[in-house]
């Protein structure tokens, strides 16, 4: 099945599907698409819910990155071995979401004005997968091996240290939990690709 991910040459929200894809060595073609082909063309109306990114499986079509990250997950066995886990992945995952949200507002803000209050923050939030890493002996999230919600904080993790590199300095499960998941293969190679360097996370905003 030929796998086709469409979106902007921004990281936004796709950027932990090409993660994924790209650890797990699973080939995909990306459809890049400008603001100005977005604004001039036809496609946006042709998008189920007006919006980006696009993710192609064969005949199978999906929009909205969580469903497209679900569905990667399950095709490519990162949703733990049985429903336990994959209801707690779940559950971390779930909390990702709520730290990333927040994230993306302030990446989107105008001024650094809100930066100090997130910062201040984001020890309380990163606190739960802190607690996590240190109890599990699998060394993720959850059991043994690598899942659905290890890509986004690992993404999450690399995003917030170029906010704020000291961030993670009082949390040394997390520091060694991305150090030891970035040295990954198939991960170090993409993430010191020019692919990824070169990618801003949003437009004007370059890590």
């Given at each position: 099945?030929?796998?086709?991910?469409?979106y902007f040459p921004v990281?936004?929200?796709?950027?932990?599907?090409?993660?994924?894809l790209?650890?797990q060595?699973a080939?995909?073609d990306?459809?890049?698409?400008?603001?100005?082909m977005?604004?001039?063309?036809?496609?946006?109306?042709?998008?189920l819910?007006?919006?980006?990114?696009?993710?192609?499986d064969?005949?199978?079509?999906?929009y909205q990155?969580?469903?497209?990250?679900r569905?990667?997950?399950?095709k490519l066995g990162l949703y733990g071995?049985?429903?336990?886990?994959?209801?707690l992945?779940?559950m971390?995952?779930e909390?990702?979401?709520?730290?990333?949200?927040?994230?993306?507002k302030?990446?989107f803000?105008k001024?650094?004005s809100?930066k100090e209050g997130?910062?201040?923050?984001l020890?309380?939030?990163?606190?739960?997968f802190e607690?996590t890493l240190?109890?599990?002996k699998?060394?993720?999230?959850v059991g043994?091996k690598?899942?659905l919600?290890?890509?986004a904080l690992v993404?999450?993790l690399?995003h917030h240290?170029?906010?704020?590199p000291?961030?993670l300095d009082?949390?040394?499960?997390?520091q060694?939990y991305?150090?030891?998941l970035c040295?990954?293969?198939?991960l170090?190679?993409y993430l010191?690709?020019?692919?990824?360097k070169?990618?801003?996370?949003?437009?004007g905003?370059?890590a």
């Amino acid at each position: 099945m030929s796998l086709t991910l469409t979106y902007f040459p921004v990281r936004g929200r796709a950027e932990v599907i090409r993660v994924m894809l790209k650890d797990q060595g699973a080939e995909f073609d990306e459809k890049v698409i400008t603001m100005e082909m977005w604004t001039e063309s036809t496609l946006k109306a042709s998008c189920l819910f007006g919006q980006l990114p696009i993710f192609e499986d064969g005949d199978l079509t999906l929009y909205q990155t969580n469903a497209i990250r679900r569905h990667l997950a399950r095709k490519l066995g990162l949703y733990g071995k049985d429903q336990r886990e994959a209801a707690l992945i779940d559950m971390m995952d779930e909390a990702l979401q709520d730290l990333l949200n927040k994230y993306i507002k302030l990446m989107f803000e105008k001024d650094d004005s809100g930066k100090e209050g997130y910062l201040k923050a984001l020890p309380t939030g990163l606190k739960p997968f802190e607690k996590t890493l240190s109890s599990n002996k699998g060394g993720f999230l959850v059991g043994d091996k690598i899942s659905l919600a290890d890509y986004a904080l690992v993404l999450l993790l690399i995003h917030h240290q170029v906010l704020s590199p000291p961030c993670l300095d009082a949390f040394p499960s997390l520091q060694s939990y991305l150090k030891r998941l970035c040295a990954r293969p198939n991960l170090h190679a993409y993430l010191h690709s020019d692919d990824f360097k070169s990618r801003p996370i949003i437009p004007g905003k370059r890590a």
